[in-house]
């Protein structure tokens, strides 16, 4: 079968108003972003737009989904976020379905942005820590001041019913200093629909923090898996666990933090240069760079060349839980110039997929 673009992430705003310390764009080792412009010039929309024309014509398929993304996306403006959704929607041929998203640190999201993603149906996930201490920790503005305040704010009005059809849900990087069913549970007092738990993101070069007296990655995650999966009704999704339940029963994960390598997703820079995911800047310089861009390659030709999988460490290959973990994040396999390495979180996620396949095994009764 030939390889497929399921996801595009287009870079709308190369900046960001925040100066969070864990970035994976502005504080790791890759700081190609210096080099980009701003925004898209029109005529990089313009081609954009031709190539995802280009490529829903000829390969029609079912569904494509397009998500604005940053830096921060809304210092795009109102002006900028909407010649790019109506470029794109102009491309797309009589039956397509386009699914648009935009992930957003929330603290430029107004009633007008808010009418344009109705407008468009895109779909808004907002990065948010936990409570206001957990929050602040690391997501604070260049002069020190956190950010809490003006994300909850956006929060309380995107929570509001009338908005429900356009949440998708809050995206929280995991410190394990935290108490994580405190994270949880301030998580759950903006309603979300879904939340993704995003391990930070490190390798066996740069490892993930591990702060003497905390609990380790998996103890953090089980803690709220227990009460996640414990809860009389179901108040929200967690996107890493149902991963590993989808894996456990031979279905494919639906984020990249489990399950192998995950095709189909293109990066698309303000320069309109073709990039993979952004997790692998925390590697090296220029890791996520495939020097293609829209003025040289299609979207297919650069599926294809994409779609070659990293090889997994022997480890891996003999590990019991390899069905569902895949190895991990590529990007948390890199050591010494190579991805044949098992993740830098190995022992955290062996922990934690052994209790998840525990939990759910003896509901249904059967041994693992
Ligand atoms: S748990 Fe460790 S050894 Fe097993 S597949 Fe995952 S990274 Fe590889």
Redesign the pocket.
């Given at each position: 079968m030939p390889a497929s673009v399921q996801q595009i992430v287009l870079k709308v705003h190369s900046r960001c108003n925040l100066s969070c310390t864990y970035c994976y764009v502005y504080e790791s080792v890759d700081q190609t972003w210096k080099r980009q412009p701003f925004t898209f010039r029109p005529a990089t929309l313009q081609r954009i737009a031709e190539r995802i024309h280009e490529y829903l014509s000829e390969h029609r398929p079912p569904a494509l989904s397009v998500v604005l993304h940053g830096g921060e996306p809304l210092l795009a403006g109102h002006d900028g976020i909407a010649a790019t959704l109506a470029a794109i929607r102009a491309a797309a041929p009589d039956g397509t379905r386009l699914r648009f998203g935009i992930q957003s640190n929330g603290i430029l999201l107004d009633d007008r942005f808010l009418d344009l993603f109705h407008e468009y149906g895109v779909r808004v996930g907002v990065s948010l820590d936990g409570g206001r201490d957990a929050h602040d920790r690391h997501r604070t503005f260049a002069g020190g001041a956190g950010s809490y305040d003006r994300t909850a704010a956006a929060l309380r009005t995107l929570a509001e019913p009338r908005h429900r059809a356009i949440y998708s849900g809050l995206l929280c990087t995991i410190d394990v200093r935290n108490d994580p069913v405190g994270v949880y549970e301030d998580l759950l007092r903006f309603d979300p629909p879904a939340i993704d738990l995003l391990l930070p993101h490190g390798n066996w070069t740069n490892p993930p923090p591990r702060p003497p007296g905390a609990p380790s990655y998996a103890e953090w995650l089980i803690a709220i898996f227990d009460r996640w999966y414990d809860a009389p009704v179901a108040r929200t999704r967690i996107r890493l666990f149902e991963s590993m339940m989808y894996r456990m029963l031979g279905d494919a994960s639906p984020t990249e933090s489990v399950g192998g390598d995950q095709a189909g997703v293109v990066v698309i820079e303000t320069d309109g240069s073709y990039e993979q995911t952004d997790s692998l800047r925390t590697t090296e310089d220029g890791a996520a760079a495939t020097g293609l861009s829209v003025d040289t390659a299609s979207l297919a030709e650069l599926a294809a060349r994409l779609d070659v999988p990293s090889p997994?460490?022997g480890?891996?290959l003999s590990?019991p839980?390899?069905r569902v973990?895949?190895?991990?994040l590529r990007a948390h396999?890199w050591s010494d110039g190579s991805f044949t390495h098992?993740?830098a979180?190995?022992?955290d996620?062996?922990a934690i997929?052994r209790h998840v396949e525990q939990r759910v095994a003896a509901d249904l009764g059967v041994r693992v």
């Amino acid at each position: 079968m030939p390889a497929s673009v399921q996801q595009i992430v287009l870079k709308v705003h190369s900046r960001c108003n925040l100066s969070c310390t864990y970035c994976y764009v502005y504080e790791s080792v890759d700081q190609t972003w210096k080099r980009q412009p701003f925004t898209f010039r029109p005529a990089t929309l313009q081609r954009i737009a031709e190539r995802i024309h280009e490529y829903l014509s000829e390969h029609r398929p079912p569904a494509l989904s397009v998500v604005l993304h940053g830096g921060e996306p809304l210092l795009a403006g109102h002006d900028g976020i909407a010649a790019t959704l109506a470029a794109i929607r102009a491309a797309a041929p009589d039956g397509t379905r386009l699914r648009f998203g935009i992930q957003s640190n929330g603290i430029l999201l107004d009633d007008r942005f808010l009418d344009l993603f109705h407008e468009y149906g895109v779909r808004v996930g907002v990065s948010l820590d936990g409570g206001r201490d957990a929050h602040d920790r690391h997501r604070t503005f260049a002069g020190g001041a956190g950010s809490y305040d003006r994300t909850a704010a956006a929060l309380r009005t995107l929570a509001e019913p009338r908005h429900r059809a356009i949440y998708s849900g809050l995206l929280c990087t995991i410190d394990v200093r935290n108490d994580p069913v405190g994270v949880y549970e301030d998580l759950l007092r903006f309603d979300p629909p879904a939340i993704d738990l995003l391990l930070p993101h490190g390798n066996w070069t740069n490892p993930p923090p591990r702060p003497p007296g905390a609990p380790s990655y998996a103890e953090w995650l089980i803690a709220i898996f227990d009460r996640w999966y414990d809860a009389p009704v179901a108040r929200t999704r967690i996107r890493l666990f149902e991963s590993m339940m989808y894996r456990m029963l031979g279905d494919a994960s639906p984020t990249e933090s489990v399950g192998g390598d995950q095709a189909g997703v293109v990066v698309i820079e303000t320069d309109g240069s073709y990039e993979q995911t952004d997790s692998l800047r925390t590697t090296e310089d220029g890791a996520a760079a495939t020097g293609l861009s829209v003025d040289t390659a299609s979207l297919a030709e650069l599926a294809a060349r994409l779609d070659v999988p990293s090889p997994l460490a022997g480890k891996c290959l003999s590990c019991p839980v390899l069905r569902v973990c895949g190895g991990g994040l590529r990007a948390h396999r890199w050591s010494d110039g190579s991805f044949t390495h098992p993740s830098a979180y190995c022992d955290d996620l062996y922990a934690i997929i052994r209790h998840v396949e525990q939990r759910v095994a003896a509901d249904l009764g059967v041994r693992v």
